[in-house]
């Protein structure tokens, strides 16, 4: 059989890559904490795999919804799932590096990592296993037996990160994972966890304070505006990964993001003021 006629008796069939299902789904979600309504309508759709970064004012209720997605809080208006389940406490699909993220000081980088799935009421055994896994992709091998006094800013915050991602979850919420690092070790820290990001396919939920980090990691970016704050824009980023800082494509993206938040700061400010 000639390659035409071999072509002919076996067509190629067109191959359909299903689309990436919803994995956290927010319709009007809302928080409220007495007469302060931090989030007023948060709603979007996060689907598998996915890349999100979610940036705006101060106080506009970020680390607000990134709590209320981990389970930590309750939305008190509209509907907030995941998987299609509506969230009521956290769970082991969900990890977490808070804000201000805390390391034990007795205990070890291994034994800080081994703490969640220990918990989870993991064999310890197993526990170690799966820390000293994240300890390598994490770039902390050698560094099992430290204790974190003995640690650099941004070991301590990959040992944070490490520590989330050792109960697999399949979902990673981060509260502005870099805000304490210097420019160096952030650069570091920042391709690491695109890597892993790459390597891992987990959903990534990343706030951020910074327009650089949100434009060269996420493949959305999520603008809150002041409080009580809604999403004023939900910005694609349409290029590819790992993405080069000195693309001038990713330069247009970060003027268009930073020209919607200066707007939402300086109203932020204004009302803020005006109180
Ligand atoms: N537990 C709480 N009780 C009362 N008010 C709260 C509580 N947590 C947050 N708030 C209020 O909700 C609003 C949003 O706070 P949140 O910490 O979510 O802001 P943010 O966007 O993460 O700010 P930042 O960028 O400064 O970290 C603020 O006005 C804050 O004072
Ligand atoms: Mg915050």
Redesign the pocket.
């Known amino acids: 059989m000639s390659n035409v006629e071999n072509i002919l008796a076996n067509p190629v069939r067109e191959t359909v890559v299903p689309a990436p299902r919803p994995k956290i789904t927010a319709e009007g979600a809302g928080v409220r ?1 007495g007469s ?1 309504t ?1 989030v007023e309508d948060f709603t979007t759709t996060i689907r598998e795999r996915e890349f999100v970064s979610i940036i ?1 004012p ?7 919804m990134l709590y209320a997605i981990a389970g930590f809080l309750k939305t008190t208006s509209g509907v907030l799932k995941v998987d299609g389940q509506p969230i009521v406490k956290p769970g082991p699909d969900r990890g977490i590096v808070f ?1 201000e993220f805390v390391l034990f000081p007795w205990r070890t980088v291994l034994r800080n990592i081994t703490l969640g799935p220990e918990i989870a009421g993991l064999p310890r055994a197993e526990a170690e296993e799966r820390a000293r896994k994240w300890i390598r992709l994490t770039g902390l091998g050698g560094f099992e037996d430290a204790y974190p006094a003995t640690l650099s800013g941004g070991m301590k915050q990959r040992v944070a990160i490490a520590r989330a991602l050792t109960c697999e979850p399949d979902i990673l919420l981060l509260d502005e994972p870099f805000g304490a690092l210097d420019v160096q070790t952030k650069n570091y820290v920042m391709k690491d966890l695109q890597d892993l990001w790459i390597a891992a396919s987990k959903t990534i939920l990343m ?1 951020t ?1 910074s327009v650089q980090e949100a434009t060269l990691m996420a493949d959305r970016v999520l603008i809150l505006g002041a ?1 009580p704050s809604r999403i004023v824009a939900d910005v694609k980023i349409d290029l590819p990964h790992p993405r080069d800082p000195a693309d001038p494509r990713l330069g247009q993206y970060r003027q268009e993001v930073t020209r919607i938040l200066s707007a939402e700061v300086d109203r932020s400010m204004k009302t803020e003021r005006s109180r």
Request: charged share 15%.
């Open positions: 904490f302060v931090a705006g101060s106080g506009c209720g970020k680390s607000t804000q706030v304070h409080r």
